[in-house]
């Protein structure tokens, strides 16, 4: 695989968005693109008005859908926002219409609600959160919808389970689309190797 110089990466912003399930790949990407101008990330919303995210935290995007950038990477994140998200035509149209210009689509979390909605993962392999795995197959039964894993590819298309996930189908995608290392480095930098107090393995 030839490893892309001009590459651009747009996420997906709308209200009440969970906020982890965006910035954490936001860092990936950002610190990952740091040393390489030609390597952009870009957050879009349906305005520019800022974007209230579920826990409060107020987004100023960087573009709007009338101004957004062709991208190689688009990135829907979930949250409470997409039960509502789902119905609103000019989101879901403009997914529906950038998604298949991009060689990489990918959701966090019920990010992939949007992308069923905007008909991205009909007879595809997806995940998502784990308490959202009943209702994603109840609303897109020719989608088969994978329980127990971090993140899912089926071709172009690359899902993740809930919240911090992201984190690591994203670094996946540094690997992915340049080299090992370069995810290694990223990850390294970010200081990222979860060990959680309180884990069912752990006692005290």
Known sequence: ????????VGILLFEDAEELDWAGPFEVFGMAFKDFPNR????????REPVTCYNGLRV???????????LDLILVPGGM????????????????????????????????????????IDQKK?????????????????????????????????????????????????GEIWEVEYARTTQRMMEYDPAPPYADSQTG
Do not use: Y
């Open 126 to 174: 997806v995940t998502t959160h784990w308490g959202f795995i009943d209702s994603l197959r109840k609303a897109f039964p020719n989608t088969e919808v994978v329980s127990d894993a971090r993140f899912v590819r089926d071709g172009q298309l690359v899902t993740s389970a809930g919240v911090s996930a992201g984190i690591d189908m994203s670094l996946w995608l540094l």
């Open 40 to 47: 952009h990330l870009v957050t879009i919303a349906e305005s």
């Open 60 to 70: 100023l995007p960087d573009h709007d859908f009338s101004d957004a950038p062709p």
């Open 1 to 8: 695989m030839t490893s892309p110089d001009h590459f651009t």
């Open 81 to 120: 926002g997409t039960r509502t998200q789902k119905d609103n035509r000019k989101l879901v149209d403009w997914l529906a219409q950038t998604a298949p210009r991009c060689t990489w689509v990918t959701s966090v979390c019920t990010g992939s609600l949007l992308l069923g909605a905007a008909g991205q």
